[in-house]
T-cell receptor
Framework: AQTVTQSQPEMSVQEAETVTLSCTYD???????LFWYKQPPSRQMILVIRQEAYKQQNATENRFSVNFQKAAKSFSLKISDSQLGDAAMYFC???????????????FGKGTKLSVKP | GAVVSQHPSRVICKSGTSVKIECRSLDFQATTMFWYRQFPKQSLMLMAT?????????EQGVEKDKFLINHASLTLSTLTVTSAHPEDSSFYIC???????????FGPGTRLLVL
């Protein structure tokens, strides 16, 4: 079974600084997707960034970028120029490339609570 | 972007009553919808996966007779908590997977409080 591990329950960053959130995963599959979701106090889950396992290039979305190390099964999220609105729970998630039944479901890590200091 | 709505956003009910939560994909078709439960300061726990027109697949430990799921159309899934008890109080989140782009979008969640 696939697992996702986020080893940092809480992180803190100064406004305008850069922070990196860690995520590792375990799988025997070769076809899969990785995601970072943000859950602010409103509790609405928001997709931040996604990475296809077959792509070597790291995904980037504005101030958010990932460091995808497939061999090491590592998928960290870097937030540059942190803003107060970035404060939230961040969940790393894995999804199999096989969409049959619940295999297409997201498997979440336990989350990292990010605080942004003004 | 794609929008998933949930209704109601918050509900308080008496123990023993049933509560229905609706999940709608507003601007896309979703052949698959997921229902999650989230306890305070914890991650999302998958309860069940529903495919349009077929029976839901429940995760281990989730009572299918307790949590009734119906996915009658490509844009609507419902979760009914039957004979609710205080231990059912939680935050319930639905998610819909876009049939075409296969990206999973989340609803805003429903906070259920059973007295």
């Amino acid at each position: 079974a696939q697992t996702v591990t986020q080893s940092q329950p809480e992180m803190s960053v100064q406004e305008a600084e850069t922070v990196t959130l860690s995520c590792t995963y375990d799988t025997s599959e070769s076809d899969y997707y990785l995601f970072w979701y943000k859950q602010p106090p409103s509790r609405q889950m928001i997709l931040v960034i996604r990475q296809e396992a077959y792509k070597q290039q790291n995904a980037t979305e504005n101030r958010f970028s990932v460091n995808f190390q497939k061999a090491a099964k590592s998928f960290s999220l870097k937030i540059s120029d942190s803003q107060l609105g970035d404060a939230a729970m961040y969940f790393c998630a894995y999804r199999s490339g096989n969409y049959g039944g619940s295999q297409g479901n997201l498997i979440f890590g336990k989350g990292t609570k990010l605080s942004v200091k003004p | 972007g794609a929008v998933v709505s949930q209704h109601p956003s918050r509900v308080i009910c008496k123990s023993g009553t049933s509560v229905k939560i609706e999940c709608r994909s507003l601007d896309f078709q979703a052949t698959t919808m997921f229902w999650y439960r989230q306890f305070p300061k914890q991650s999302l726990m998958l309860m069940a996966t529903s495919n349009e027109g077929s029976k839901a697949t429940y995760e281990q430990g989730v009572e299918k007779d307790k949590f009734l799921i119906n996915h009658a159309s490509l844009t609507l899934s419902t979760l009914t908590v039957t004979s609710a008890h205080p231990e059912d109080s939680s935050f319930y989140i639905c998610s819909a997977r876009d049939r075409l782009v296969r990206t999973q979008y989340f609803g805003p969640g429903t906070r259920l409080l059973v007295l």
